[in-house]
């Protein structure tokens, strides 16, 4: 961990022990021993954007501390996965059955019929 990250994890480490009821200290104590102060350390010293499947709270809970909300008080975005696989332009495909049991490129000449190639025939699996 370098000296920025350091610098960052002491500022989340304080809110997080100073952050209002009705949040428990045993639910402080439990956030501040995982890895989510340096996720959001190294966010922060970094200017990264946090993933993460946690959901804002708009109203503190005994429910723990969330990532969401720790983001928002240092300005750092904080998104879940599939937003940033949106965001990288990310897709997924199937992969028809002869692709997984052939996986030598498909040479297409003019001579070849290919006809029916994307086809799945039910049968087949």
Not at 77 to 98: D, I, N, T, W, Y
């Amino acid at each position: 961990m370098d000296a920025e990250i350091n610098k960052q994890m002491v500022k989340v480490s304080n809110y997080v022990g100073s952050m209002p009821s009705p949040t428990e200290l045993r639910e402080k104590d439990r956030f501040s021993d995982g890895a989510d102060p340096l996720l959001i350390a190294c966010a922060l010293a970094y200017k990264h954007t946090v993933v993460t499947l946690e959901s804002y709270v708009a109203v503190p809970t005994f429910k723990g501390v969330k990532i969401p909300n720790v983001c928002e008080h240092f300005g750092v975005r904080c998104v879940p996965p599939h937003q940033m696989l949106k965001e990288l332009g990310a897709s997924f495909g199937l992969l028809s059955k002869r692709a997984i049991v052939d996986p030598e490129p498909i040479n297409l000449s003019e001579e070849e019929d290919v006809d029916g190639l994307n086809e799945v025939d039910e049968n087949d699996w």
